[in-house]
């Protein structure tokens, strides 16, 4: 098989825009200061509200100026810092703890395995948002406290999974052997058993991640997520609001930029879930 | 059948118990509890008064028992700011969010369902193309920014609806419209993989082969076989409809229960924010409940694994 009808197959043409985009947006987050054209807190009283593409003593506006007459696109690309950064260690967070609960809920059982996993049932019947307002309002807002409770509102996804998984794998005869060997819980569970489970705790992680990434634009949107003037995509949003009759784009590009960063890991996660399933 | 039952409904009672402690619990984390229940700025004396006052003094075992009874009674205490009970204010605010709700679930099932249903008896008809990019946009779509486009193009530039509140009749369709984008595009999909599904079957063929047309074995036989998952899927988007209403509410400025709890978390109001999760909660889960219990009623194949 040739190179390119092999990358055709594991990656089909139709979704090579959506890695285009999410290659854009991951570069524009690692390389922020060496690409955005302005500093993106320097305010500007007298370009406030200036449309996509004015020219104001030698800088260009090329998404326009937000109230405070800071460069819209250079928000846009420090905010994708935030978007990205916040969601993928909220990700690697609750995965992390998700899998090791749910791998031990496993392998011990009994009651600690019971407690786990109904805790897992509880945080799980509440809705992922109301709860993740509950306690932000309780640990206050910021960077750190969003990753917090984005990671504790999502930990019981990943557990779920890998407790079935552990479960399905834990009498396999390898499994048994290495114990019978004298292999020590960790080393099973580490060496042995989450090797095996890590393909579809890795479809959990990218199913997850548009949502995390939804999620803290959402608490920033509701002013429960990272501060300003730290730029995040739901609070440039949820700001331009306020002028969306006499500056429609301060609200209209984050909200856009957010979609095509959603769309785009959605679209991939399903072809990840498709490749490993179909693997399986 | 019954023993299915009693189990199920054992099982939401001990998610709703459960919630409740994860909610007493995590308030303790905060550190000092009594700090979430004082407007900002209360002075030391006043804060001493509330927390001796509210018995935060006693032990954790006994304060936890006292909240449950509470709770048991339906007790849900009293408004920091205003000073009035929680389930006063709840009561006059929850008509607003079921009516936004429910003409969000009529729009997304009268608009879903059968676009789903067209997608799978015209697969290369390219409104269902369309449709298929509209079900792949719709699940990435922000409500807080498909909400900000709504206004600008339907009240912004166009005048047609009012932008927010609720004060003319007309005043719920964006707002429902924007709520119902999600779970339109889910109730497409599910509709579309459901008849496809049935279409698949030996019985549909031996229908077409009866002679009858594509769309008389869709609407006399397909369709309600594969109504089953699109039902037990309304009572789970039901609950995404609630919490969803939070966004929603506060980008229209609707006076629901969504806004509420944002209103209320800025005002520092924590019991009534601890009232509505713990409403959400509880609807979310008898939603749950129902939709297995629905599942079962329709298909009797899970009612037998229930038992094992």
């Not at chain 1, 990753?147 to 557990?159: G, N, Q, S």
């Not at chain 2, 001493?48 to 009874?69: H, K």
Request: aromatic share 8%; charged share 15%; net charge positive.
């Amino acid at each position: 098989m040739t190179g390119s009808s092999r990358l055709r197959r594991w990656l089909p043409p139709r979704l090579w825009i959506f890695v285009a985009i999410l290659a854009v947006l991951v570069l524009a987050a690692l390389l922020a200061p060496l690409i955005a054209p302005q500093n993106p807190e320097a305010q500007n009283l007298l370009g406030r509200q200036r449309p996509p593409g004015t020219e104001l003593r030698d800088i260009t506006y090329l998404l326009g100026s937000d109230e405070l007459g800071r460069d819209l696109l250079s928000r846009l690309i420090y905010g994708a810092r935030v978007s990205l950064t916040v969601a993928a260690l909220s990700v690697l967070v609750s995965g992390t703890i998700g899998t090791a609960l749910g791998m031990i809920a496993a392998w011990l059982g009994g009651w600690i395995g019971t407690i786990i996993m109904r805790l897992v049932d509880i945080v799980l019947s509440v809705p992922a948002i109301l709860l993740a307002i509950i306690t932000v309002a309780i640990l206050g807002p910021g960077f750190i406290n969003v990753i917090a409770v984005l990671a504790f509102t999502r930990w019981p996804r990943y557990a779920r999974v890998a407790y079935g998984q552990t479960l399905g794998l834990m009498n396999l005869p390898y499994v048994r052997l290495s114990r019978f060997m004298g292999a020590s819980t960790p080393r099973v569970l580490l060496r042995h058993i989450l090797p095996n489970i890590i393909g579809p705790i890795m479809v959990v992680v990218t199913l997850e991640f548009g949502l995390m990434v939804l999620f803290e634009a959402g608490l920033s949107f509701l002013g429960l997520g990272v501060q300003p003037p730290t730029p995040s995509w739901g609070a440039i949003l949820s700001t331009g609001r306020n002028y969306v009759t006499t500056a429609w784009w301060i609200a209209v590009f984050p909200g856009l930029f957010l979609f095509l960063l959603i769309l785009s890991v959605n679209v991939l996660g399903d072809h990840v879930r498709d490749v490993v399933e179909g693997r399986r | 059948m019954s023993r299915f039952l009693v189990r199920r409904l054992l099982q939401a009672v001990v998610s709703i118990l459960g919630v409740m402690a994860l909610i007493f619990f995590l308030q303790r984390l905060s550190g000092d509890p009594v700090l979430l229940l004082v407007s900002e700025g209360a002075s030391q004396q006043a804060i001493d008064a509330l927390r001796s006052n509210l018995g935060f003094d006693r032990p954790m075992l006994v304060q936890f028992a006292d909240y449950m009874t509470d709770l048991a009674r339906l007790d849900l205490g009293q408004s920091v700011v205003q000073q009035v009970p929680v389930a006063e204010i709840i009561k006059s605010r929850l008509p607003y969010t079921i009516w936004l709700a429910g003409v969000a679930l009529l729009l997304a099932l009268g608009i879903g369902a059968p676009l789903g249903v067209f997608m799978a008896m015209r697969r290369n008809h390219p409104l269902s193309k369309l449709g298929m990019g509209f079900v792949l946009a719709g699940q990435s779509l922000p409500t807080f920014w498909s909400g900000v486009i709504l206004i600008l193009l339907f009240a912004v530039t166009l005048g047609w609806l009012p932008t927010s509140g609720a004060r003319a009749a007309e005043s719920v369709i964006l707002p429902a419209f924007c709520l119902s984008l999600l779970s339109m595009a889910t109730f497409a999909r599910v509709t579309r993989t459901a008849v496809l599904d049935e279409l698949s079957k030996p019985y549909i063929r031996a229908a077409r082969a009866k002679g009858l047309s594509l769309g008389q074995a869709v609407r006399r036989h397909a369709l309600r076989n594969s109504a089953i998952p699109v039902i037990s899927i309304a009572a789970l988007e039901i609950a995404n409809l609630l919490s969803g209403a939070v966004i929603v509410e506060t980008v229209f400025a609707w006076p629901g229960l969504g806004q509420l709890t944002i209103q209320s978390i800025a005002a520092r109001d924590f019991p009534i924010v601890q009232a509505i999760v713990l409403l959400g909660a509880f609807v979310s889960i008898l939603l749950n409940l129902a939709a297995d219990l629905l599942y079962s009623a329709v298909d009797p194949r899970i009612r037998l694994e229930g038992r094992t």
